[in-house]
């Protein structure tokens, strides 16, 4: 029975072992990937815009033109924010989608998840050239098939990892993927370089890899690292380039960051959010403790996932005695300390595979480091931080099990293929909460994510479909937890106002709180977007027939926050109201002057000029702003019926038929184009037009 079971065992493995050995082919393990990718991330292509994708897709307004292709290298990600994040190429990204797709979110999407996928591709190739670099030194039989399946094996699992639907399913994570992206690119055309035997493809190689390579750190901050990880793989574990080529590649590295520090300077300096005093030392050791373990958690148990998480109260950190009181809450530090000590520990082994786990802890220990908190962050855990510090993991796994003897590797990949399933199904469903906004919240407060920014915009949400008892009940629960998140109180005045509940405001929650300037001081230090407080106090005081205080709280606010265009919109909708589009035109016409690529201050601007009866100034407005958006056709429609009412139908007609391109889906724009097309007579097309406009409706009709 022994020897009986021990044959089938035998063949079973065999047949394994040809299987591994077919799907590790290069195009069919890519082919997997990719696959992968689509399948388990395709619940989240139908998902619309959450949480950062209202601004980054929504509002942000430099992807909506090609005019704007070296302009993004001038701003910030975030233009009204107090966030340093620097990701021009981001911003192509995203224009590009939006040439293609029009700015439906499905292809937003789809370019997150083929840029994922396309990532999981490269790591396959870059794992398999690692892979067999540091197996072939051990010797051995069979080390190029087992690099292959080791590669093919960490490829599969990094793909379909759930850990990383914040960086895949969120539109606005694709930072990650696509640094990632241009960053493996960027390590396999440097391999080609430092492979080649003569100048010319060494020299072109080199530029290729170097473009790559600083886009990769235009894309996201993160493409240091890789930078990092690439040079320390180079000069501490690649064996086979000579120290000539080696430092060569230093200093085009060198090279290549002194670019991206001249381009990283070209936006305004701006003043960082406080956060309070930073925490002692000994805190912060024990805080990266609990997220080195937070992360291993996640990593072999993603099982509760909600993007960012507390780890715990700062408090606990401030005496040896506040953490004693609390040590039964620390198993997530006991957890951290001993994967600090089991990776250390299988590092020290001589077990075979031993170059490819150091080079793996080494890996994760550089990429982790930043999101340790053992430096100031934003967030104590955030799933999407760990998108390039888990490859390393992986790679210490797949060291792991090249230690383990023949059989034992068998079993383990079996194992791992059955985990890349389970892993994968996972994180369809996670996918699926990313299908809508409210969603999204909803799922992320259940699974223990009710950070002050959820509650937020879950209150958010409601408030703008009109749900405004849902929104107050939001914003109470979100007070009732963190009571001094200023941005809450005045959530919930303005939500009390909307439903005339006046009277039910306490006095910390008045509205017209802005004018307290140290409360504004207070609110524009800590948190983004402050200024929104004195766009309520100011509705406020309009209703209250008390313009002359509503004009005082946006003179204010427009002097602390010169960048934020709605204060400067409010303000002169309110003098336009008072003296006239004339009295009206000074701010918003040196809002528009230093902002030129701001399509509705030019757009705002060439309204008041036309009511203002500068016409061939507001006609010249309209022509410029209709040159930042490729397809908005509110300036050329705008043109349009400037040219009709000067009696020049022909000149209109050609504005409108632009404009019609632009938005072929709009009925009011061909219902204009059709009255055009009647006044000059040509009843055929006129006819043509209001037929396409019945079908529009009536499709419409039908959907809903």
Request: charged share 20%.
């Amino acid at each position: 029975m022994r020897v009986y079971l021990r044959v089938k065992f035998d063949t079973f493995f065999a047949r394994l072992g040809a299987l591994g050995a077919m799907i590790s082919r290069p195009l069919v393990g890519s082919a997997l990937c990719l696959v992968a990718a689509m399948l388990v991330y395709s619940p989240a292509l139908s998902g619309g815009l959450i949480w950062d994708d209202r601004y980054l897709v929504g509002e942000n307004p430099f992807f909506r033109s090609g005019h704007f292709g070296w302009e993004v290298f001038r701003h910030w990600l975030f233009f009204d924010s107090f966030s340093t994040y620097y990701r021009p190429v981001q911003n192509w990204s995203y224009f590009l989608d939006y040439a293609i797709w029009r700015g439906d979110p499905f292809g937003y999407h789809l370019t997150n998840v083929l840029l994922h996928g396309g990532s999981g591709v490269l790591l396959l190739g870059l794992a398999r050239r690692i892979f067999g670099e540091l197996i072939a030194r051990e010797g051995g039989v069979d080390g190029e098939q087992k690099a292959n399946g080791l590669a093919l094996l960490v490829a599969l699992v990094w793909t379909v990892h759930p850990v990383h639907n914040a960086a895949v399913a969120y539109i606005s994570g694709r930072a990650d993927s696509l640094a990632s992206f241009l960053a493996m690119l960027a390590w396999l055309g440097a391999f080609r370089a430092l492979d080649a035997k003569s100048g010319g493809r060494i020299f072109g190689w080199g530029v290729v890899a170097s473009g790559l390579i600083l886009g990769g750190l235009c894309a996201k901050e993160i493409a240091l690292l890789w930078l990092v990880l690439f040079l320390g793989y180079l000069f501490f574990f690649e064996r086979s380039f000579s120290w000539r080529k080696k430092w060569g590649a230093l200093g085009v590295s060198v090279g290549v960051l002194g670019i991206y520090a001249i381009l990283h300077s070209l936006p305004e300096a701006r003043a960082s959010m406080e956060n309070g005093p930073p925490m002692p030392w000994e805190g912060r050791l024990i805080l990266a403790f609990r997220a080195l373990g937070d992360y291993t958690r996640l990593i072999f148990y993603p099982g509760k996932l909600m993007m960012e998480r507390v780890l715990d109260q700062p408090s606990i950190y401030e005496s040896v005695v506040e953490w004693r009181l609390h040590s039964g809450s620390e198993y997530l530090s006991i957890l951290g300390m001993l994967t600090g000590l089991m990776v250390v520990w299988l590092c020290r082994k001589g077990w075979r595979g031993r170059s490819i786990r150091c080079f793996g802890a080494l890996w994760f220990l550089v990429a982790f480091l930043p999101i340790s908190n053992l430096f100031p962050l934003n967030a104590e855990v955030a799933e999407h931080w760990i998108y390039l510090a888990s490859i390393g993991a992986f790679f210490l796994m797949a060291g792991t099990i090249f230690a383990l003897p023949e059989r034992g590797q068998w079993v383990a990949f079996f194992c791992a293929g059955l985990a890349v399933v389970g892993l994968g199904v996972r994180t369809m469903v996670r996918a699926s909460d990313w299908v809508d906004a409210e969603t999204f919240c909803l799922r992320t407060i259940a699974s223990g994510g009710g950070t002050p920014r959820i509650f937020s915009t879950l209150a958010t949400i409601y408030g703008e479909g009109g749900r405004s008892r849902e929104e107050e009940e939001v914003w109470r629960k979100l007070l009732g937890r963190f009571p001094e998140f200023s941005p809450a109180k005045t959530g919930l005045a303005a939500c009390l106002s909307r439903q005339g509940k006046v009277g039910d405001l306490p006095v910390d929650l008045a509205v017209d709180l802005p004018a307290d300037a140290a409360r504004v001081e207070s609110d524009a230090r800590h948190f983004s977007r402050s200024w929104m407080r004195a766009i309520y106090g100011a509705k406020a005081r309009h209703v209250a027939k008390d313009d002359r205080g509503a004009m005082a709280i946006l003179a204010e606010a427009s002097g602390r926050f010169p960048e934020a265009w709605p204060l400067v919109q409010y303000r002169a909708e309110l003098v336009e109201r008072e003296g006239g589009a004339a009295e009206a035109l000074g701010a918003v016409e040196d809002y528009a002057a230093g902002h030129w690529w701001h399509l509705e201050a030019w757009t705002t601007l060439g309204g008041m000029l036309f009511r203002a009866g500068q016409v061939d100034r507001a006609v010249e407005v309209f022509e410029a702003a209709s040159r930042l958006d490729i397809y908005n056709p509110l300036p050329l429609n705008e043109l349009a019926r400037i040219e009709f009412g000067r009696g020049r139908v022909e000149g209109a007609l050609l504005w409108q038929l632009e404009a019609v391109k632009r938005a072929p889906d709009q009925p009011s724009g061909l219902i204009f184009l059709g009255s055009l097309y009647e006044k000059l007579g040509r009843q055929a097309d006129a006819e043509r037009v209001s037929g396409e406009v019945k079908r529009m409706v009536e499709a419409r009709r039908d959907g809903s």
